[in-house]
């Protein structure tokens, strides 16, 4: 599609200083000055729709995929500064992930032993992404995480994806295949990789590499150097983020909601009736039991699943669709309930649909679907439809909120 | 899940050095893949197969079941990354990756597969920390061995 937009710079000047400096947009946490029609500082419209694949050459819409957009500056600047629609938000990862072919900024390269350029290969369920890491000043709603560390996906100078990368799975590398402009991972992680990642040796799972001349090799990378969950380097509403959209019913063309940052930090990101569930610090996963049976720590909630993806049709008694065995096409729309059981013993119903994703997904037009589901044997992937008509909180790991301290998911 | 055949368990081994077998390899030509994953190894024998429960260095477990011809008819892999697939794998790495990539070619979105080809079903699943999968070819299932047997 022509729209691999950068919309150029976002020039909301907030703050009326001297001779019309052009601002990042939003301004910093906790200074900005608010305008008459702006939402609160900490709130990013999100919109789920055929997303920026939907249009030619591509013709290939997305489906239950929460866009939005960030504004990217070159670390330090106010006016070398770019805006990026068409990011994922993403609740099963962390960290942001901007593809190359939508970046028009020069942004400084993360250099490693010998200052080699490092590279990464992030791992997601069913494929990999292989890029630069760099760094970028990050604009989102009133919130700045500066000197950020990001995935340049698809970068044409590190053309040669390792083995040991694509052995975790088939690359994504570019708009037609990742059919977005980025990820935007905002899970309970802090970082992509963790201590893992800071070690050498045969024990280090490889997702970051530096890349001499020579030819790229895993290399043992900080913490600090590693790509974070951007809430993290917030000044303030730092510790998760809420993930809010409207009910639906079927398929729908878009819908728009809210990506709210903080839990507890403001007057309009309380946990109020929500209940908290715990997660396994290690896994990320709680336990959900299904007509009697109990799933144990196999269990989590991802946005950037475009499903409710659980168990298989032998345990469901539910057909998967003909030529797409990835969703369920049931001959009526089935109506099902199971039970979410936090490490903390808390629990809770859901009720959810199965509609025939055939059916569902029969309009091109349609970038939302409820009802939509297929197999995901042994547990319960709870994608977007289940945010729908919820608010959904993330906590990240190790820091404190009014429902304790994270990680945990609350709705 | 079932476990009848876990709890049958025969006889637990020591083995002395990792193996890294391939989906649908012979288990007497694995031994030069043995460095590959540095980890612990636990072998137990059932009536119908032999599981190697192999705990890489990674932090990756991998099980291994081995049909009493010695061959890998299922493998199954949990951890906080990816396993090396291609090794897992073996020869049906590029059927996987091409049924994945037909799969996706038809439509968009993210999220676990389940691959099933008359010859080869894959299962992946999982999150960013939280990899979990199995790959089994049904043909090879010896006698008695259901596909929810592996786990």
Known sequence: ?411 | MKSRIIRSLLAILALPLPLVASLGGDITSVQSDQAKLQGTLRSTSTDSYTLHEIQASTGVTVKEYVSSAGKVFAVTWQGAFPPDLRQLLGTYFDQYSQAVQAQRSLRHGRGPLLIQQPGLVVQVAGHARSFWGKAYVPQMLPAGVHAEDIR
């Open chain 1, 1 to 411: 599609m022509t729209r691999v937009h950068l919309q150029g710079i976002l020039a909301v000047s907030l703050v009326a200083t001297l001779a019309a400096t052009v601002g990042c947009s939003g301004g910093s946490s906790g200074g900005s000055t608010t305008t008459q029609s702006s939402p609160p500082s900490n709130v990013q419209s999100i919109t789920v729709n055929t997303g920026p694949t939907a249009g030619p050459p591509y013709n290939s819409p997305y489906v239950n995929g929460a866009f939005t957009s960030v504004t990217l500056c070159v670390p330090g600047s106010t006016t070398n500064c770019q805006t990026i629609s068409g990011i994922l938000v993403d609740t099963g990862s962390s960290g942001l992930r901007v593809l190359s072919s939508a970046i028009t900024l020069s942004l400084p390269q993360q250099t490693g032993s010998n200052s080699s350029p490092v590279v990464e290969c992030f791992p997601f369920v069913d494929s990999t992404v292989w890029g630069p890491v760099q760094t970028a000043d990050l604009t989102i709603a009133g919130e700045q995480a500066k000197s950020l560390p990001i995935q340049v996906i698809g970068s044409s100078s590190f053309p040669n994806v390792p083995a040991g990368c694509t052995s975790f799975g088939p690359a994504q590398d570019d708009l037609a295949l990742l059919g977005a402009n980025g990820i935007l991972g905002v899970g309970n992680l802090a970082q992509d990789c963790g201590t893992a990642c800071t070690v050498s040796g045969a024990s280090n799972p490889g997702l970051y590499y530096v890349c001499p001349s020579s030819g790229c090799e895993v290399t043992a990378e900080s913490i600090a150097n590693q790509v974070p969950n951007p809430v993290t380097l917030f000044a303030t509403d730092n510790n998760g983020v809420i993930i809010q959209l409207p009910s639906v019913s079927g398929a729908e063309t878009s819908i728009t909601g809210s990506l709210i940052f903080g839990i507890g930090t403001q007057s309009n990101n309380g946990l109020g009736s929500a209940t908290v569930y715990t997660i396994d610090p290690s896994t990320g996963n709680f336990t959900t039991q299904f007509n009697g049976t109990s799933y144990t720590d196999t269990s989590f909630i991802d946005s950037g699943s475009i499903a409710v993806y659980f168990l298989d049709p032998n345990t469901t008694g539910i057909l998967t669709c003909l030529d797409f065995t990835l969703l369920y096409c049931p001959s009526s729309t089935q109506s099902l309930s199971a039970t979410n059981q936090g490490m903390n013993g808390a629990t809770g119903t859901v009720n959810f649909t199965v509609g025939n994703a055939d059916t569902l997904l029969a309009n091109p037009n349609d970038g939302v679907a409820n009802g939509l589901a297929g197999p995901n044997p042994g547990g319960f992937d709870w994608g977007l439809p289940f945010f729908f008509g919820r608010s959904v909180y993330a906590a990240i790991e190790g820091s404190s909120t009014p429902g304790g301290q994270g990680p945990y998911w609350a709705y």
